[in-house]
């Protein structure tokens, strides 16, 4: 069950660009903007429909496609490369310093994917988290996949790492759709309300100024749907006492900060073909995160076709970790892997 609280005070550009779509929608004729010459709303309606409508060129996606998931970020809170790791004076950090190089895997920024599917009227692109770091990760991604609009975010939880990012959605909101639908649990928008309190609640937001306009929908631990696809909440633990949710859509499993699951949560986890699950240090667990070695285990437990591991720090050495991984595979055919930032993954829902 979702219950919409939107906002608190709709803005009045919404009410109108409601109307104006209804209109447009009745008629195929050459979209003319209001009688009175050039209007804003013109503008964001003609990205929205240019968004909506665009299927080619490089990395956009037509109807036909196939759905995939794009790990919009894989690493810590922090991001790797870690400041101080580059700034140490004594000591040089091998994976921060490969990092450093663009493109090298071991850079990742805030733990996220985007959930792209199509629809009729062109993809639809789910982002799940926006943190710290989603400015630096959308201008990334979005241009060069062809990303152009964000039809729902869904939120883990309220640390800075997964939402952040909501203020960077004014982007959006001013210059490609009129607002974003956002799904967040009930903790957790109580935090949104402190920490984005003017996104909350718009009459804090002075005239002329332009925030993200945002549609909060509060989730409970039941399914709901998404512009057609199904969101099941996998609640998780991430640290004493603290929830955090996990997902699955179709058969693919993201759990991207837990440090335990509980009983109940296994059943939902059945028959998953994509695990993609928090392993944050090679070594060993924390008190918030899975290190590899219990993910792997979880991995054993789960018995999923794949995995994909994300939430990566710099302890992490893709290579390194990639080649132990590998050997999993041979040994006990564990289909095993690590994600890295822009990894496109295929799925079927
Ligand atoms: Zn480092
Ligand atoms: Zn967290």
Same mark, same amino acid.
């Given at each position: 069950?979702? %219950?919409?609280?939107?906002?608190?005070?709709?803005?009045?550009?919404?009410?109108?660009?409601?109307?104006?779509?209804?209109?447009?929608?009745?008629?195929?004729?050459?979209?003319?903007?209001?009688?009175?010459?050039? +209007?804003?709303?013109?503008?964001?309606?003609?990205?929205?429909?240019?968004?909506?409508?665009?299927?080619?060129?490089?990395? +956009?996606?037509?109807?036909?496609?196939?759905?995939?998931?794009?790990?919009?970020?894989?690493?810590?809170?922090?991001?790797?490369?870690?400041?101080?790791?580059?700034?140490?004076?004594?000591?040089?950090?091998?994976?921060?310093?490969?990092?450093?190089?663009?493109?090298?895997?071991?850079?990742?920024?805030?733990?996220?994917? @985007?959930?792209?599917?199509?629809?009729?009227?062109?993809?639809?692109?789910? @982002?799940?988290?926006?943190?710290?770091?989603?400015?630096?990760?959308?201008?990334?991604?979005?241009?060069?996949?062809?990303?152009?609009?964000?039809?729902?975010?869904?939120?883990?939880?309220?640390?800075?790492?997964?939402?952040?990012?909501?203020?960077?959605?004014?982007?959006?909101?001013?210059?490609?759709?009129?607002?974003?639908?956002?799904?967040?649990? %009930?903790?957790?928008?109580?935090?949104?309300?402190?920490?984005? =309190? =003017?996104?909350? $609640?718009?009459?804090?937001?002075?005239?002329?100024?332009?925030?993200?306009?945002? %549609?909060?929908?509060?989730?409970?631990?039941?399914?709901?749907?998404?512009?057609?696809?199904?969101?099941?909440? *996998?609640?998780?633990?991430?640290?004493?006492?603290?929830?955090? @949710?996990?997902?699955?859509?179709?058969?693919?499993?993201?759990?991207?900060?837990?440090?335990?699951?509980?009983?109940?949560?296994?059943?939902?986890?059945?028959?998953? !073909?994509?695990?993609?699950?928090?392993?944050?240090?090679?070594?060993?667990?924390?008190?918030?995160?899975?290190?590899?070695?219990?993910?792997?285990?979880?991995?054993?437990?789960? %018995?999923?076709?794949?995995?994909?591991?994300?939430?990566?720090?710099?302890?992490?050495?893709? !290579?390194?970790?990639? $080649?132990?991984?590998?050997?999993?595979?041979?040994?006990?055919?564990?289909?095993?892997?690590?994600?890295?930032?822009? *990894?496109?993954?295929?799925?079927?829902?």
């Amino acid at each position: 069950m979702v %219950q919409c609280l939107g906002t608190i005070r709709p803005s009045p550009s919404l009410s109108y660009f409601a109307t104006y779509k209804r209109q447009l929608s009745f008629r195929s004729s050459p979209i003319t903007g209001p009688a009175n010459g050039f +209007s804003p709303f013109r503008r964001i309606f003609n990205a929205y429909l240019q968004s909506n409508s665009a299927t080619t060129g490089a990395g +956009s996606q037509s109807p036909s496609e196939p759905s995939e998931v794009i790990f919009i970020g894989t690493g810590t809170s922090e991001g790797i490369p870690r400041v101080s790791c580059l700034t140490h004076p004594l000591k040089t950090c091998e994976v921060c310093s490969k990092a450093a190089e663009p493109g090298n895997k071991n850079r990742r920024l805030n733990t996220s994917i @985007l959930v792209r599917y199509p629809r009729p009227s062109g993809s639809c692109n789910v @982002l799940i988290d926006a943190g710290k770091f989603f400015y630096h990760s959308a201008l990334k991604w979005f241009p060069s996949y062809g990303i152009r609009t964000i039809d729902a975010v869904i939120i883990t939880h309220s640390h800075a790492d997964a939402i952040g990012g909501l203020d960077d959605l004014r982007d959006w909101t001013n210059n490609v759709q009129p607002h974003i639908p956002i799904y967040v649990a %009930q903790r957790d928008f109580e935090v949104m309300k402190k920490t984005h =309190y =003017y996104l909350v $609640d718009t009459s804090f937001v002075l005239a002329g100024a332009a925030v993200s306009e945002l %549609q909060f929908n509060i989730i409970h631990e039941d399914p709901f749907s998404v512009q057609g696809l199904q969101f099941t909440p *996998l609640p998780v633990w991430h640290g004493r006492g603290y929830r955090s @949710l996990g997902f699955r859509f179709g058969n693919v499993c993201y759990i991207s900060d837990v440090s335990d699951i509980p009983e109940e949560t296994y059943p939902l986890l059945k028959n998953c !073909e994509l695990l993609i699950l928090d392993a944050l240090r090679p070594d060993r667990s924390t008190a918030t995160h899975f290190g590899l070695p219990r993910a792997l285990e979880e991995v054993r437990k789960i %018995q999923p076709k794949r995995t994909l591991f994300t939430g990566m720090m710099h302890l992490m050495d893709h !290579e390194k970790v990639s $080649d132990y991984l590998m050997k999993l595979m041979e040994t006990e055919g564990l289909d095993v892997q690590l994600s890295y930032d822009g *990894l496109r993954v295929p799925v079927a829902f």
